[in-house]
């Protein structure tokens, strides 16, 4: 679970999936699936994107 709106994510795969308006455990209106190792690096910019929109980092 990304704690981003899935409209601020640039997620150029399409593996972001919206659940703001179901029910779900965690905190975040994204969930991101991690399903093999080769995803790593793609979730992991995913991450960085809901990091930088929480904490800021000067860009936007």
């Avoid at 699936?33 to 995913?46: A, H, I, R, T």
């Avoid at 991450?47 to 936007?60: L, P, S």
Wanted: net charge negative.
């Amino acid at each position: 679970m990304l704690n981003i709106p899935i409209s601020a994510l640039r997620d150029d795969r399409r593996v972001a999936r919206d659940v703001s308006q179901i029910g779900h455990w965690g905190v975040g209106d994204t969930q991101v699936p991690l399903e093999s190792n080769s995803d790593f690096g793609y979730v992991l910019g995913l991450v960085r994107q809901a990091y930088e929109y929480q904490f800021g980092d000067g860009e936007e």
